[in-house]
């Protein structure tokens, strides 16, 4: 399902490796969603000896996002490449290959407005609290924690407002997200697109395709 929602990467959450790292609360806070950038993001779990890194590159307009996840030996393990403007996502994985999906105007338009809704209700119920400053990495950082009754605590570390690391915890696990790079750039077009010359499996068609065949 995450692969088919363009419309949820930005408002409903962020998917580095098949798992959701960046809630509502989280984009709002640490992303500036006005501006491109390009980050590169390391993520940790505490239930997995493993970690990711996570390149992601943002236009705004048109507004386009792209998400390279690799490995701790460096290796590529998935792409996802969201064109919000138009309702196609591209996905890559290695077993896989590119993969084309296109979400209909008229559901993208509905899933959006869904996405929307549920931010607001999230981000009205959460409590904001500003912490002490803190140290990360040699850089002084003003720390600002969201936590909510009965789920989990999000702290959001900045220095000169540009985001450095998220630490998320739960009941049974806690997730760090450390930004190694944070730039705000123009991203070159041909970032929101597969390879050149390279096969893209187009969903859609192959989906009509096997009901026209069953017809």
């Not at 998400?67 to 701790?72: A, E």
């Not at 559901?107 to 904001?128: P, W």
Request: net charge positive; proline share 7%; glycine share 6%.
């Amino acid at each position: 399902m995450r692969k088919i929602i363009p419309s949820l990467l930005l408002t409903g959450c962020l998917l580095f490796s098949g798992a959701a790292i960046a809630r509502p609360v989280d984009v709002m806070s640490v992303f500036d969603t006005e501006r491109p950038y390009q980050a590169t993001i390391t993520q940790t779990s505490s239930k997995e000896a493993d970690f990711s890194i996570v390149q992601m590159f943002y236009s705004p307009k048109p507004q386009r996002l792209r998400t390279d996840t690799f490995t701790k030996t460096g290796g590529r393990s998935s792409v996802i490449i969201a064109r919000l403007d138009e309702g196609i996502t591209y996905t890559w994985e290695p077993t896989e290959g590119w993969v084309k999906v296109t979400v209909p105007p008229e559901l993208n338009k509905a899933m959006t407005d869904f996405a929307d809704s549920v931010t607001r209700a999230m981000k009205t119920g959460l409590k904001q609290e500003v912490r002490p400053d803190e140290m990360v990495e040699g850089k002084l950082c003003s720390v600002i924690r969201f936590s909510s009754p009965d789920g989990p605590v999000t702290d959001v570390y900045k220095h000169q407002n540009k985001p450095v690391q998220v630490i998320r915890t739960a009941a049974d696990e806690t997730t760090t997200m450390r930004f190694l790079e944070y730039v705000n750039k123009t991203i070159p077009v041909t970032t929101f697109a597969p390879p050149a010359g390279v096969a893209v499996k187009d969903l859609d068609a192959m989906m009509r395709g096997m009901f026209q065949r069953r017809k």
